[in-house]
T-cell receptor, first 114, second 111 residues
């Protein structure tokens, strides 16, 4: 079954404690992306990756890092989480960017930073 | 910059048609999308339309695009309680690297 898998689904952490949200896709997609969803703001892109070792900033990259060492994985790293990073995070992948290819979304990770 | 606006709430009765509206600012948008988000789930692509089309129909879904007014709508015929969800309008940004989402329209269907 084609899917994007994020872990964990729910996470409560304390300010400053480094964390990683994993994202894995089994569709051999080149393009992967991270979004955050906040009430009243919709979804905003954090980072994206066009292929292995190719990553770039989206609209709201501050406080986040990513890496793309393998095609299937695209982890989101919060080196020093702060309460304003409390949000619902989605990973997405698609065959390529810039075309009408379907973007597959993960189930989401609800992060709370206290 | 690129921006997408949509109404926040829509309430309809089961069996009626639902129409969700969206406006966008980037006239060079090539692709426009409708996504559905059910509670506790990720986003699911419902349909998309290419900018050189005026209309696209897919079973109960009809998408209308008015490029002159930069207006996109999603019509759901014979709305069912299972259609209750948040619907997001999105456009592909100019660089082709991100989807620009509206804030989402919560559709509530009552029986």
């Amino acid at each position: 079954e084609a899917q994007v898998t994020q872990n964990p689904r729910y996470l409560i952490t304390v300010t400053g404690k480094k964390l990683t949200v994993t994202c894995s896709q089994n569709m051999n997609h080149e393009y992967m992306s991270w979004y955050r969803q906040d009430p009243g703001l919709g979804l905003r892109q954090i980072y994206y990756s066009m292929n292995v070792e190719v990553t770039d900033k989206g609209d709201v990259p501050e406080g986040y890092k990513v890496s793309r060492k393998e095609k299937r994985n695209f982890p989101l790293i919060l080196e020093s989480p702060s309460p304003n990073q409390t949000s619902l995070y989605f990973c997405a992948s698609s065959l390529s960017s810039g075309q009408a290819t379907e973007a597959f979304f993960g189930q989401g990770t609800r992060l709370t930073v206290v | 910059g690129e921006d997408v606006e949509q109404s926040l709430f829509l309430s309809v009765r089961e069996g009626d048609s639902s129409v969700i509206n969206c406006t966008y600012t980037d006239s060079s948008s090539t692709y426009l999308y409708w996504y559905k988000q059910e509670p506790g789930a990720g986003l699911q692509l419902l349909t998309y339309i290419f900018s050189n089309m005026d209309m696209k129909q897919d079973q109960r879904l009809t998408v209308l695009l008015n490029k002159k007014d930069k207006h996109l709508s999603l019509r759901i015929a014979d709305t069912q309680t299972g259609d209750s969800a948040i619907y997001f309008c999105a456009e592909l940004n100019q660089a082709g690297t991100a989807l620009i989402f509206g804030k989402g329209t919560t559709l509530s269907v009552s029986s």
